[in-house]
């Protein structure tokens, strides 16, 4: 049995994970910058960087007590070496450097993405390459095929915003704070999706790609319209996003299904792949074409470490490593040979 130690510090989460080969978790901790980042209504780089400089030490040394081990014990040392907050990644990737060197380990580099992106397979042993992966966070939208470790085709990607940020717009919009994902789906759970009217931007369209910045504004008006005596209420915008931002995966994640070859599985990932409505919406998708659905559990979705380790479990089996001098990457897309989009905003 191999452990691998990950660390993910990219955004605003400090974590540590000790992850086995045979898809045990043995341990994990997250320390969420939630709270130090409310008042400003969004991450700030610089606070998260210093945020994580001072919690990732003793988060792993607190993560390795939980599974018993000591460092002597794992088998590799795995970190997010970007995309991201680049003060935040070189935090933990020059921590993990520090105890790889320390403890003559060898140190895995991973893409962020690609630990989103494989973190489906940590939690369902089933699930084998490829897989037609819809990549769901706060800095990406994008579909694509799963080959294997480090072989990823991109199929379409946003033209302007990802989701996840369209997400914490509204909620923002909305006055329910920080982070927004969450609470949108919380106050959509009690609003008609049908009273509030807004676009679908590319739903139909030839090109395969995302567009939410159109839907954004139409939020905005929509609260504009509300504040003035439309007849609706704040949840019933949540809710209309909501669903409006479920019929664009859906109606560009068919596209996508109807133009790739054989998939095992549609897979679903990132930190909006834990909304239940996007994840049902999805679930039918997959049943309509006869493939598995696979999602993986709400604490995988969002960032973690746990699957970090695990992107690092895979490399090693492969016998990859990395050099103490790798640096870190504030952008590092998956598939390096897809065309650049029009617009297209490349964030953490
Ligand atoms: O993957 P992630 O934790 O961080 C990035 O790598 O970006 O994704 C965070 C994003 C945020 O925009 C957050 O609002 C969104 O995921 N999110 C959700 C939900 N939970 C988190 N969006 C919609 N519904 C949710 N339940
Ligand atoms: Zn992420």
Not at 245 to 262: M, Q, S, Y
Request: proline content about 6%; glycine content about 10%; aromatic content about 4%.
């Amino acid at each position: 049995m191999r452990t691998v130690l990950g660390i993910e510090s990219s955004c605003d989460e400090t974590a540590a994970a000790l992850v086995t080969d045979g898809r045990v978790i043995l341990a994990q901790r997250i320390a969420s910058q939630d709270e130090v980042h409310r008042p400003y209504g969004g991450v700030v780089p610089e606070i998260a960087a210093r945020a994580h400089a001072e919690r990732l030490a003793p988060l792993i040394e607190a993560t390795l007590a939980d599974a018993n081990m000591r460092l002597e014990d794992v088998d590799a040392i795995a970190a997010t070496a970007g995309p991201g907050l680049i003060g935040g990644v070189m935090v933990g990737l020059v921590t993990a450097k520090a105890l790889a060197m320390a403890a003559d380990k060898p140190l895995i580099a991973i893409n962020h993405l690609e630990g989103h992106a494989l973190s489906p397979r940590l939690a369902d042993p089933g699930l084998e390459y490829p897989y037609l992966l819809l990549l769901v966070s706060g800095g990406h939208c994008q579909i694509l095929g799963v080959e294997g470790v480090g072989r990823f085709r991109r199929l379409a990607t946003t033209i302007d915003d990802a989701l996840g940020e369209a997400f914490d717009k509204t909620a923002k919009l909305l006055g329910l704070g920080y982070p927004g994902g969450p609470a949108v789906e919380r106050l959509a759970a009690r609003g008609d999706a049908r009273k509030v009217p807004l676009p679908r931007p590319l739903v139909g369209s030839d090109e395969p790609h995302f567009s939410f910045a159109g839907l954004k504004s139409a939020v905005m008006r929509a609260k504009q319209a509300m504040d003035k005596g439309a007849g609706y209420t704040e949840a019933d915008i949540a809710a209309s996003f909501q669903q409006a931002a479920i019929d664009c995966l859906v109606d560009r994640t068919r596209r996508a299904l109807k133009n790739v070859g054989e998939m095992n599985a549609l897979v679903v990932a990132g930190g909006v792949a834990a909304n239940q409505a996007i994840r049902s919406a999805l679930e039918t998708l997959a049943a309509e074409h006869r493939l598995a659905f696979v999602a993986p559990p709400l604490a995988l979705c969002t960032d973690n470490a746990a699957m970090i380790a695990w992107a690092g479990v895979e490399r090693l089996a492969l016998g990859q490593s990395d050099p103490l001098d790798i640096a870190a990457r504030p952008r590092w897309p998956l598939d390096p040979d897809a065309e650049a989009v029009r617009g297209a905003g490349v964030k953490a």
